[in-house]
């Protein structure tokens, strides 16, 4: 199934992201973050391909 709406269309932007929280000293930045939820990938591709998982509710970040 492909091109179900998700939401209503919305009459102007969504607000933007709160900031994030600020830490002290250098960050820890060498291993990936959270992924959003996401189904498997199917047969055959699921042997070519692999998702590190690591489930969380703060998947809103960026690997560079």
Known sequence: MRGIPSD?????P???P???KPWDGVRE???LGPTAPQPPYE???DVLL???????PE???LNV
């Not at 209503?8 to 102007?12: C, F, G, K, L, V």
């Open 43 to 45: 047969p055959p591709m």
């Open 50 to 56: 692999t998702n590190p998982i690591e489930l969380g």
């Open 14 to 16: 969504p607000p933007p």
């Open 18 to 20: 709160a900031p994030v």
């Open 59 to 61: 998947f809103l970040n």
């Open 29 to 31: 930045a060498t291993a």
């Open 8 to 12: 209503r269309p919305r009459s102007r």
